[in-house]
């Protein structure tokens, strides 16, 4: 089920790829490994994921490569429009579930993305104003857009940091200086860990955030799978992404998401479609995404 | 324009103008969506700019200024366009008609229109309309961010033989521009600036430590960031000049590049032209310094000052 990631590390422009890491292999306890991260080049002659959502989104903050990598993709994978909507309406009902219901007041959302409607803070302070929200990307340019249409209630506050999701010593470091770690904290990974390949350990760097957040403490994730695409598509969509992207994807299974949420108990209704997870309205259309989801709450 | 783009952008002329009360739709807004729509509807028909001027008795060039929102629509003129491109729903024409009809409505600065060339009455309607303003500038504060005394200390530069009424005028409209500043619903402004437009005492040290006190105060302001790139980072990918990046809220509405010269003004609205400028403003802002680092920047350059 998981994509071979070797062959994608020697291509241009690849910022995240398996061979930057040690050849030891070693992380540091708390995985504060910053010499596995290399700064994203800028390229444009490649389709970057954020600018990619952002186009799939509606936005205009995308170029020539993105469109034509969408538009590829479309032609493969026709739900692609609904798994990238999708995706983003459970990031506002998860973390209005977590402002609201839940009670949290800090968030650490890590892979921002080139902002759009509804971010997580816009929709946190929208219940409650005070929400403190970190926001971390890898790539300095769209971190640049964060920073300049992200910007906080008075009540509440937003910083935002430059760090790869691998590098989590730099990561929760920076973001102590604004978040309260002996207070729960929400820890939303939306469409950003498929980005990781197994050779770098996702499972590590998620379990090294929940280690740094007290009990009661709340996880949200988003991650591709494959279950319900054919092999057939799934193979070209591989194809695909390799010749026109910067970053490439593993998708992993149902079960192998439920992992990430070890040492957590799953809100209701548990593990499901993005678009299954606690909808606002009965949905009927026959798309299906193709994105797992969850939210888990710490022991 | 592919199906999925299509389905990205399925937006019909008229529906989705935003509240008057939200965001002025300015004539220029209305004028460039019409001519927009315009284009596609002709280039999806397989008709030339020529084939399209002489239906309405008019030159190449005149299709181009009237696709790109410079000059308004005679309605006569819509409605032959149309009957050309083989729209022959009726609502549809309708609503075209309507938004023609519209879009000749006068906006503010035609009063100042003597003392205006006709490229910045444009820009100033464009400016107005626009829902982000990005911009780079090597030279001066951006006009939006200018008190009264840099701003005429600029106009005197610009203007030597100018009546001290016409100077006056001058800085009037430039001052009225930034009532978008304040409006409800202001325009996002992200700006980055040339250390040089910092260190360039225009008007002297104190109109300029007021006018860097002032930059710090409406970088304050909730929608807008500015950033600096000091020297000290080397060159940069905008050495190239100042430009301005105009977006508009409506989905089927490309960006714009604004660059000022002298004695006339350039719009850039086709898409490579566009993405060329848009790469430059993105590295631009992640070379720059953040928007915290830049006000303790600015409140240091006042203090050298």
């Known amino acids: 089920m998981t994509r071979p990631t070797g062959s994608a590390a020697t291509q241009k422009g690849m910022a995240m790829t398996s061979d930057q890491a040690p050849s030891d292999g070693g992380h540091s306890p708390d995985g504060g490994d910053a010499s596995r991260v290399r700064p994203l080049p800028f390229d444009t002659s490649r389709a970057h994921q954020a600018r990619f959502y952002d186009y799939l989104l509606g936005g205009k903050d995308n170029y020539e490569a993105d469109r034509a990598a969408v538009e590829a993709q479309l032609k493969i994978f026709p739900d692609l429009i609904f798994t990238a909507r999708a995706n983003r309406a459970f990031l506002g009902r998860a973390v209005r579930y977590l402002a609201g219901e839940a009670g949290i007041r800090q968030f650490l959302d890590i892979g921002t993305g080139i902002p759009t ?17 970190v926001y971390v990307d890898y790539d300095p340019i769209v971190l640049a857009h964060a920073r300049a249409l992200l910007t906080s209630s008075d009540a509440g506050a937003t910083e935002y940091v430059d760090a790869d999701l691998r590098d989590t010593g730099n990561i929760l470091a920076q973001a102590g200086e604004l978040l309260d770690f002996s207070k729960p904290v929400a820890v939303t ?83 499901v479609l993005v678009e299954d997870w606690r909808p606002d309205l009965a949905t009927s259309g026959t798309a299906k995404s193709s994105m797992w989801c969850a939210v888990g709450r710490k022991r | 324009m592919s199906a999925s783009e299509q389905r990205l952008n399925t ?18 807004v209305l004028r460039l969506l019409l001519g927009t729509q315009l284009r596609r509807l002709r280039e999806a028909a397989g008709i030339s700019p020529e084939q399209a001027g002489a239906v309405i008795r008019a030159t190449r060039s005149k299709i181009s200024r009237l696709e790109t929102g410079r000059v308004g629509f005679k309605a006569r003129d819509v409605d032959d366009l149309l009957t050309l491109y083989g729209v022959t729903d009726d609502q549809l024409r309708s609503r075209f008609l ?15 229109g003597d003392l205006l060339p006709d490229w910045f009455e444009t820009y100033l309607g464009l400016e107005s309309a626009a829902t982000t303003i990005r911009s780079f500038e090597i030279q001066f504060v951006h006009g939006l961010f200018q008190t009264e005394d840099y701003a005429r200390a600029v106009t005197l530069l610009g203007h030597r033989s100018a009546s001290p009424d016409e100077i006056e005028q001058r800085v009037a409209v430039r001052l009225k521009r930034q009532d978008l500043l304040t409006r409800p619903a202001p325009p996002r402004i992200w700006l980055v600036l040339d250390e040089a437009v910092l260190r360039r005492p225009v008007g002297g040290p104190a109109v300029m430590r007021a006018q860097l006190r002032q930059l710090v105060e409406v970088a304050a302001l909730p929608q807008v960031t500015v950033q600096v790139v000091p020297f000290a980072r080397g060159g940069h990918a905008g050495a190239g000049g100042s430009f301005t990046i105009l977006r508009f809220a409506e989905r089927d509405l490309p960006d714009l590049v604004y660059i000022e010269q002298l004695t006339s003004a350039v719009y850039l609205e086709q898409r490579p032209d566009v993405e060329h400028y848009l790469e430059v403003a993105d590295q631009l802002s992640g070379a720059a310094l953040t928007p915290a680092a830049t006000a303790l920047f600015i409140e240091q350059v006042v203090k050298e000052t």
């Open chain 2, 98 to 112: 309507f938004l023609a009809k519209q879009a000749n409505r006068p906006d503010w600065w035609t009063r100042y």
């Open chain 1, 117 to 133: 409607a509804g971010n997580t803070h816009e929709v946190a302070q929208a219940v409650a104003p005070e929400s403190r929200v």
């Open chain 1, 189 to 271: 990974l939306l469409s950003i860990l498929h980005a990781i390949p197994d050779s770098d350990d996702p499972y590590a760097i998620v379990a090294t955030l929940l280690d740094a957040v007290p009990s009661g403490s709340y996880l949200a994730i988003s991650h591709a799978g494959p279950e319900f695409v054919s092999a057939q598509t799934r193979e070209a969509l591989e194809d695909t992404v390799r010749r026109t992207s910067l970053q490439q994807y593993t998708v992993r299974t149902r079960e192998q998401v439920a992992r990430f949420f070890d040492g957590t108990d799953l809100v209701p209704p548990g593990l």
């Open chain 2, 11 to 28: 937006v019909v002329p008229g529906s989705e103008q935003p509240d008057p009360d939200d965001a002025p739709a300015e004539g220029i």
